[in-house]
């Protein structure tokens, strides 16, 4: 069956560190996103792609890289992990605008 | 730009009770509406979603419908079971070619028996 995994599904890092958290999809979608899921603020879009080679910001992407080399992965990078980064991510797909995203379970990162 | 405001919660029931949780939202075009249900230590799944007005997204006993003249979409469920217990989460994709989903902040619901 096709799935998207997401990996570690918890991490602690020390502040300042580079960080990269994977995401993996076998539906062959063409879209794919990222979001962090903090109390208070539901989901934030940090970064998306719509293809290979394509890649775009959301509305919190300082602090965050994405690169798409094909159509199954979109790591997401934290150039230099901050206590605020502290957060659950989720990474999600879909196949047109019209359908529902699939979403990955999760990674809790902890920044000490 | 585009935003989605939701019922603060947690909201708590007692099983079989009549479940709303109320969403409204405000965008520039024609957005397709969605709930979705994230259960504890599990990622969102979808649950409706409707996609022009008067449009009634409905599965597993919940439904909601699509008012552009309030622009809300409220999730309604008649009877709700423990296993209801989750967060809801409110969310539009606009009509226009954007892909990317806006989401309210989430409504935590507490079914007791």
Known sequence: ?112 | GNSVTQMEGPVTLSEEAFLTINCTYTATGYPSLFWYVQYPGEGLQLLLKATKADDKGSNKGFEATYRKETTSFHLEKGSVQVSDSAVYFCALREGTGRRALTFGSGTRLQVQP
Not at chain 1, 30 to 40: A, P, S, T
Not at chain 1, 63 to 72: D, M, Q
Not at chain 1, 89 to 100: D, K, T
């Open chain 1, 1 to 112: 069956d096709a799935e998207i995994t997401q990996s570690p599904r918890h991490k602690i890092t020390e502040t300042g560190r580079q960080v990269t958290l994977a995401c993996h999809q076998t539906w062959n979608h063409n879209n794919m996103f990222w979001y962090r899921q903090d109390l208070g603020h539901g989901l934030r879009l940090i970064h998306y792609s719509y293809g290979v080679q394509d890649t775009n910001k959301g509305e919190v992407s300082d602090g965050y890289s994405v690169s798409r080399s094909n159509t199954e992965d979109l790591p997401l990078t934290l150039e230099s992990a901050a206590s605020s980064q502290t957060s659950v991510y989720f990474c999600a797909s879909s196949a047109n605008r019209e359908g529902g995203y699939t979403f990955g379970s999760g990674t809790r990162l902890t920044v000490v």
